[in-house]
């Protein structure tokens, strides 16, 4: 059955201690943990979807306006992919089954194909990584259970500024979602 995982908005502007709207130390902890699920997923044969977050400057129409700083603008580095998921994109992406969607909202589902997209391809498992665990994986996991996804969720790569609402994210999921916590 035909898996994806989800990379969401392991960015610059989340991850690094100089970011926008960063998680600092806990998202940068996951770093590695998020790449080797990244890499063994793509080596696995699985669809990798990377959902980024895109705004623009001064959008007064959009609600994290009046939410949080700006972040994750276009044309700027804080989109980047953070660390060593930078490089490990520039060695996949040309590859059929590798994507990038720039996301609306926190949900990787908001402005993006990516529902079309995974029934094209038949995918009925969505494995979930990146930050915040509760804010955008959180969001990106509500959407997948209301489309009928499968959903598992990859502890050691997914973070949150605190350790409390990182676990209530996890908690949510398993229990409230039927989400699967891999623990690595
Ligand atoms: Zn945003």
Not at 32 to 53: C, K, P
Not at 97 to 107: A, E, G, L, N, P
Not at 116 to 144: Q, S
């Amino acid at each position: 059955m035909s898996k994806a995982l989800i990379s969401i908005d392991y960015t610059v502007d989340f991850v690094a201690d100089d970011g926008k709207l960063t998680a600092g130390k806990p998202a940068q902890a996951i770093e590695s943990a998020l790449v080797n699920a990244t890499r063994q997923a793509f080596e696995a044969g699985d669809y990798i979807f990377f959902a980024i977050d895109r705004h623009d400057v001064d959008d007064k129409f959009h609600p994290e306006s009046k939410l949080f700083p700006p972040h994750n603008l276009t044309g700027t580095s804080g989109r980047n992919l953070y660390g060593t998921l930078a490089p490990l994109y520039q060695e996949i992406k040309d590859d059929s089954k590798v994507f990038w969607m720039d996301k609306r909202h926190y949900s990787a589902f908001s402005g993006t194909d990516l529902d079309v997209r995974l029934r094209e391809r038949g995918v009925k498992t969505l494995v979930l990584t990146g930050v915040l665990t509760e804010i955008c994986v959180l969001h990106t996991a509500i959407d997948a259970y209301n489309l009928g996804y499968e959903i598992e969720v990859v502890a050691g790569a997914v973070a949150s500024l605190t350790p409390e609402t990182h676990q209530f994210a996890l908690n949510h999921m398993a229990s409230v979602l039927g989400a699967k916590i891999i623990e690595n």
